[in-house]
């Protein structure tokens, strides 16, 4: 038997040999058995080209049933486009009295022409094949003809002028004149309007070169997101079926790009409302680029927060010196330990540049969907549409949602569904543009790292510097504070002996008199009198209870008022005493600089303003126990030197002119602090704008675990993210 | 598409665009099976089967299409649905029968008499073993050479190809002569 179907098989494949093929026929006459089984096989062979075609009848009818379900969800405006079939042909033209049919044969070189072909007047435009084209209709199709765009049968660019025929049925009463119906396949399509496009060469049809497609323009009212172009194809019965629905391509209208805002949504009105003048682009872009490097990069790295490290050492003892540095050791701190998967502002600083000019990314449409792609914090959302220039953009949108979640997903699914095209663009250019992106993100990120860090190194050696400055003044001051006071003492002294008319004691050690331990009776008590009196500064009236004398020193009040007090910065005071070596500090209490004054000293006033890098300055020549109200002068720096150094002792004025000098430098320091403290203030509200998952407190365990999540993400999302763009490649 | 590109397009092997053409009619012949005691998965049976047999009278060298394809298509499913009511003891509304024309149904009546033992032929091979069928189909249907089909299927030459051949057309065979009895 199985030999039976061997010999057979090979029998209907002719493969027997011409003596094997007569046997065989004979054998099959005369064996009845043969016979059957040779029947059966034909009948088997029958039967597997029929399961063949069965197959491929159902592999068809389901991707029929596929195509249909889209129908069924995007049906549409009906354009029809002829594609132009490649067929030669000849001669005569059709009289056109009875119609409006030019031609014998149609796009696919026969002459099945539907009554729309008739009864549409054919526009015919002529035009240089070799040029890049573009014609309008009389309803306003405009059409964009690429150079070469049309090929003749043997696949070449025609040099001869070439007649472009259009017929079209914008209107209802032209779609109804044209008795064009609107079915496509029994189902009614809404229609946007209908045209047909046909090139020759005189009677010869010309095919489009499908790497040049013809752009067509058609003016609709209103532009529904599932507008579709369906193919026309002529019926026997003269009426035209539209099939092959495909989605539209809404081209986007490219503008310059450094016009477009590209911040983060509250970027600009924060800086509005803080008073910034936002239209200065070069003032919004240099706060918005600081915050280059601000967070994590999704690599986890920390980037300048290593400069930012060390915050100015807190040793000035001045409260609101302490509460400066107290701050800004807080908004270091929430930079050391801000975690964000955020969108870093030097990938902003990259596209936002005339490079991407004529892409995607200088579109409105991007413009609007960036302000969501802020939100989501996600660089590799923004990734998607730079490195898919050559892509439509409701193509992205949809990659996007797909991993997306939530409100956000719902946000990409509303941009998808207005099916926004794309910008055609080169592969090369597309690539080249990636490439120029990704080193310029690096070379901006770095730039205004190291910038940053730059800055950052300066400013804690300036307060390193003031810090220092600072130490040093404290301790020449309480030393030269002290050597006055006992001096005033001693004068003090001298004083009550001689008026109480007794020898004054050995004398005390000239330091420390603060500790002086009294262990002596007598005499001790106008000591201590005179103390407490040079001390406090108070007026001395000691009877001496042996003898009855008095020793009176006394103290009276001055009182300075310094017109226009708050306009400064700061305002200091002192006495020079003529009898001492150095100045006395006048202590204040708001615009009230209030001493009492010892009668046995004459005295000079110096009241010095300051007011950023200036000095003003009054001196009260003698003064005398009243209250003065002075107004201050400016006076330049070498000036108030010389005139500290020229009117006082050699002594008083050198001491003044360095007390002076360092209260300029702390002014200025106090200053540069407070800059920094409202530079980093601004930063902070508007880290909330330029990244909107901002956390600023996130403990260490967290953060570890926010960035291998991002990680994790990272990973994750370039993998869901391609999977869905190459759905659209099948 | 016309009648007669439909026609080529089968001819030459041409089966996807073909089908996308013919597949327009599907929604006729749905209706009409819909309302005589059918099913959606009836009809689309009934229609793959027309397309089957439409496609093999086709194929045949000396093939004429002597009605539109649109109404032969129809007629066709038409009496296969008819034949199924049959067996199923059921009968059919009034407006089913409006062929006119006589000899159209006698040429569709014998296309499918004749497609009867090539259908039986077909459901003895759907009993055979997946590569089987795979094989046969290549070579049968798709007209690949045995030298293709052993690399496709894996086989370690075209002899063993060859072999595995008859022993299917062998299997085939006795399941066929089984069914007929």
């Given at each position: 038997?199985?030999?039976y179907?061997e010999?057979?098989?090979?029998?209907?494949?002719?493969?027997?040999?011409?003596?094997d093929?007569?046997t065989?026929?004979?054998e099959?006459?005369?064996?009845t058995?043969?016979?059957?089984?040779?029947?059966?096989?034909?009948?088997?062979?029958?039967?597997?080209?029929?399961?063949?075609?069965k197959?491929?009848?159902?592999?068809?009818f389901?991707?029929?049933?596929?195509?249909?379900?889209?129908?069924?969800?995007?049906?549409g405006?009906?354009?029809?486009?002829?594609?132009i079939?490649?067929?030669?042909?000849?001669?005569?033209?059709?009289?056109?009295n009875?119609?409006?049919?030019?031609?014998?044969?149609?796009?696919?070189?026969?002459?099945?022409?539907?009554?729309?072909?008739?009864?549409?007047?054919?526009?015919?435009f002529?035009l240089?094949?070799?040029?890049?084209?573009?014609?309008?209709?009389?309803?306003?199709?405009?059409?964009?003809i690429?150079?070469?765009?049309?090929?003749?049968?043997q696949?070449?660019?025609?040099?001869?002028?070439?007649?472009?025929?259009?017929?079209e049925?914008?209107?209802?009463?032209?779609?109804?004149?044209?008795?064009?119906?609107?079915?496509?396949?029994g189902?009614?399509?809404?229609?946007g309007?209908?045209?047909y496009v046909?090139?020759?060469?005189?009677?010869?049809?010309?095919?489009?070169?499908?790497?040049?497609?013809?752009?067509?323009?058609?003016?609709?009212?209103?532009?529904?997101?599932?507008?579709?172009?369906?193919?026309?194809?002529?019926?026997?019965?003269?009426?035209?079926?539209?099939?092959?629905?495909?989605?539209?391509?809404?081209?986007?209208?490219?503008?310059?790009?450094?016009k477009?805002?590209?911040?983060p949504e509250?970027?600009?009105?924060?800086?509005?409302?803080?008073g910034?003048?936002v239209?200065?682009?070069?003032?919004?872009?240099?706060?918005?680029?600081?915050?280059?490097?601000?967070?994590?990069?999704?690599?986890?790295?920390?980037?300048?927060?290593?400069?930012a490290?060390?915050?100015?050492?807190p040793?000035?003892?001045?409260?609101?010196?302490?509460?400066?540095?107290?701050?800004?050791?807080?908004?270091?701190?929430?930079e050391?330990n801000?975690?964000?998967?955020?969108?870093?502002?030097?990938?902003v600083?990259?596209?936002?540049?005339?490079?991407?000019?004529?892409?995607?990314?200088?579109?409105?449409?991007?413009?609007?969907?960036?302000?969501?792609?802020f939100?989501?914090?996600?660089?590799?959302i923004?990734?998607l549409?730079?490195?898919?220039?050559n892509?439509?953009?409701?193509?992205?949108?949809?990659a996007?949602?797909?991993?997306?979640?939530?409100?956000?997903?719902?946000k990409?699914?509303?941009?998808?569904?207005?099916?926004?095209?794309?910008?055609?663009?080169?592969?090369?250019?597309?690539?080249?543009?990636?490439?120029?992106?990704?080193?310029?993100?690096e070379?901006?990120?770095k730039?205004?790292?190291?910038?940053?860090e730059?800055?950052y190194?300066?400013?804690?050696?300036?307060?390193?510097?003031?810090?220092?400055?600072?130490?040093?003044?404290l301790?020449t001051?309480?030393?030269?504070?002290?050597?006055?006071?006992?001096?005033?003492?001693?004068?003090?002294m001298?004083?009550?002996?001689?008026?109480?008319?007794?020898?004054?004691?050995?004398?005390?050690?000239?330091?420390?008199?603060?500790?002086?331990?009294?262990?002596?009776?007598?005499?001790?008590?106008?000591d201590?009198?005179?103390?407490?009196?040079?001390?406090?500064?108070?007026?001395?009236?000691?009877?001496?209870?042996?003898?009855?004398?008095?020793?009176?020193?006394?103290?009276?009040?001055?009182?300075?008022?310094v017109?226009?007090?708050?306009?400064?910065?700061?305002?200091?005071?002192?006495?020079?005493?003529?009898?001492?070596?150095s100045?006395?500090?006048?202590?204040n209490?708001g615009?009230?600089?209030?001493?009492n004054?010892?009668?046995?000293?004459k005295?000079?006033?110096?009241?010095?303003?300051?007011?950023?890098n200036?000095?003003?300055?009054?001196?009260?020549?003698?003064?005398?126990?009243?209250?003065?109200?002075?107004?201050?002068?400016?006076?330049?720096?070498a000036?108030?030197?010389?005139?500290?150094?020229?009117?006082?002792?050699?002594?008083?004025?050198t001491?003044?002119?360095?007390?002076?000098?360092?209260?300029?430098?702390?002014?200025?320091?106090?200053?540069?602090?407070?800059?920094?403290?409202?530079?980093?203030?601004?930063r902070?509200?508007?880290s909330?704008?330029?990244?909107?998952?901002?956390?600023p407190?996130?403990?260490?365990?967290?953060?570890?675990?926010?960035?291998?999540?991002?990680?994790?993400?990272?990973?994750?999302?370039?993998?869901?993210?391609?999977?869905?763009?190459?759905?659209?490649?099948? | 598409?016309?009648?007669q590109d439909?026609?080529?397009?089968?001819?030459?092997?041409?089966y996807?665009?073909?089908?996308?053409?013919?597949?327009t009619?599907?929604?006729v012949?749905k209706?009409?099976?819909l309302?005589?005691?059918?099913?959606?998965?009836?009809?689309?049976?009934?229609?793959?089967?027309g397309?089957?047999?439409?496609?093999?009278?086709?194929?045949?060298?000396?093939?004429?299409?002597?009605?539109?394809?649109?109404?032969?298509?129809?007629?066709?499913?038409?009496?296969?649905w008819?034949?199924?009511?049959?067996?199923?003891?059921?009968?059919?509304k009034?407006?089913?029968?409006?062929?006119?024309?006589a000899?159209?149904?006698?040429?569709?009546?014998?296309?499918?008499?004749?497609?009867?033992?090539?259908?039986?032929?077909?459901?003895?091979?759907?009993?055979?073993?997946?590569?089987?069928?795979?094989?046969?189909?290549?070579?049968?249907?798709?007209?690949l050479?045995?030298?293709?089909?052993?690399?496709?299927?894996?086989?370690?030459?075209?002899?063993?190809?060859?072999n595995?051949?008859?022993?299917?057309?062998?299997?085939?065979?006795?399941?066929?002569?089984?069914?007929?009895?």
């Open positions: 038997m199985v030999n179907t010999i057979i098989a090979k029998y209907i494949a002719g493969e027997l040999s011409d003596t093929k007569t065989f026929e004979k099959l006459n005369s064996n058995e043969l016979k059957k089984e040779y029947e059966l096989q034909l009948q088997i062979i029958e039967g597997a080209k029929r399961l063949g075609l197959n491929q009848v159902s592999s068809s389901k991707a029929v049933k596929t195509k249909k379900l889209i129908n069924k969800v995007l049906i405006l009906a354009i029809t486009i002829a594609t079939g490649a067929v030669v042909l000849v001669k005569k033209i059709i009289n056109k009875s119609s409006e049919v030019l031609y014998e044969l149609n796009e696919q070189g026969n002459t099945n022409w539907s009554e729309a072909d008739k009864r549409l007047e054919s526009q015919v002529k240089n094949p070799l040029r890049d084209t573009i014609i309008e209709t009389k309803n306003g199709i405009v059409f964009s690429p150079a070469k765009a049309f090929l003749n049968k696949g070449e660019t025609p040099t001869e002028t070439i007649d472009v025929e259009i017929k049925a914008m209107t209802a009463s032209e779609i109804i004149k044209a008795g064009l119906s609107t079915m496509s396949n189902k009614l399509l809404e229609t309007g209908m045209f046909n090139a020759r060469v005189g009677e010869e049809n010309l095919t489009i070169d499908k790497s040049k497609p013809l752009n067509a323009n058609v003016p609709v009212n209103n532009n529904k997101k599932d507008m579709m172009l369906f193919k026309g194809e002529r019926k026997a019965d003269g009426s035209i079926n539209w099939i092959d629905p495909k989605p539209l391509k809404k081209r986007l209208t490219t503008v310059d790009i450094t477009l805002n590209f911040y509250h970027f600009l009105d924060s800086l509005k409302n803080m910034f003048d239209k200065n682009k070069k003032l919004t872009d240099s706060i918005y680029y600081s915050f280059s490097g601000y967070c994590l990069t999704e690599g986890g790295s920390i980037t300048r927060q290593s400069a490290a060390q915050p100015a050492s040793s000035l003892t001045d409260t609101t010196k302490v509460a400066y540095s107290f701050e800004e050791a807080e908004v270091y701190h929430h050391l801000a975690f964000c998967s955020e969108i870093d502002p030097s990938r600083k990259a596209i936002w540049d005339k490079k991407f000019n004529n892409t995607i990314l200088a579109t409105n449409e991007f413009e609007e969907r960036l302000k969501v792609i939100t989501t914090c996600n660089a590799e923004l990734n549409y730079i490195n898919n220039l892509r439509p953009l409701y193509q992205l949108d949809s996007a949602a797909s991993v997306l979640n939530g409100i956000l997903k719902d990409f699914l509303e941009f998808f569904e207005r099916g926004d095209g794309g910008v055609e663009i080169s592969d090369n250019q597309n690539q080249q543009l990636q490439k120029y992106f990704e080193e310029k993100r070379l901006y990120a730039a205004v790292n190291s910038a940053l730059k800055m190194k300066e400013e804690n050696k300036k307060a390193q510097i003031a810090s220092e400055e600072y130490i040093n003044h301790n001051e309480s030393l030269r504070a002290s050597k006055v006071f006992s001096e005033e003492f001693e004068l003090n001298d004083e009550a002996y001689r008026q109480l008319g007794k020898q004054r004691p050995t004398k005390l050690p000239a330091t420390n008199y603060f500790s002086a331990s009294i262990t002596q009776t007598g005499w001790n008590n106008v201590k009198y005179v103390i407490e009196s040079t001390t406090k500064r108070t007026t001395l009236d000691y009877t001496d209870p042996e003898s009855g004398k008095k020793a009176v020193i006394k103290y009276e009040p001055i009182m300075i008022t017109n226009n007090f708050k306009g400064y910065d700061k305002v200091m005071c002192y006495m020079i005493p003529d009898k001492l070596s100045f006395q500090l006048i202590k209490n615009n009230v600089f209030k001493e004054l010892n009668e046995l000293i005295y000079s006033v110096v009241i010095v303003g300051f007011k950023g200036s000095a003003y300055y009054h001196v009260i020549e003698n003064a005398k126990t009243q209250v003065y109200s002075i107004e201050l002068a400016s006076i330049e720096q000036e108030l030197d010389k005139k500290l150094n020229g009117s006082f002792g050699l002594n008083a004025g001491d003044l002119t360095r007390e002076i000098n360092y209260q300029l430098f702390e002014t200025k320091e106090v200053a540069r602090k407070k800059q920094i403290k409202d530079r980093e203030e601004l902070y509200r508007l909330s704008a330029v990244f909107p998952c901002y956390k407190y996130v403990s260490p365990e967290e953060k570890l675990r926010l960035e291998k999540y991002a990680q994790f993400q990272v990973d994750s999302l370039t993998r869901e993210l391609q999977k869905a763009l190459d759905a659209y490649e099948n | 598409m016309t009648d439909i026609v080529n397009l089968i001819r030459d092997n041409k996807s665009p073909a089908m996308k053409s013919l597949y009619y599907l929604p012949v209706k009409f099976v309302k005589n005691n059918g099913t959606r998965q009836e009809a689309e049976d009934v229609f793959q089967e397309l089957v047999i439409f496609c093999n009278k086709v194929t045949k060298p000396n093939f004429i299409l002597s009605a539109s394809l649109n109404t032969y298509l129809y007629s066709v499913c038409k009496l296969l008819l034949d199924e009511l049959k067996k199923k003891n059921k009968t059919i009034n407006d089913f029968i409006e062929l006119t024309d000899n159209l149904v006698d040429e569709i009546n014998d296309d499918i008499d004749a497609d009867k033992p090539i259908k039986r032929a077909q459901e003895a091979l759907m009993k055979l073993g997946q590569k089987c069928k795979e094989l046969l189909e290549m070579f049968y249907f798709k007209k050479s045995m030298k293709e089909i052993a690399v496709k299927l894996g086989f370690a030459s075209e002899k063993g190809a060859k595995q051949k008859y022993r299917c057309i062998e299997k085939a065979k006795e399941n066929l002569k089984h069914s007929s009895i």
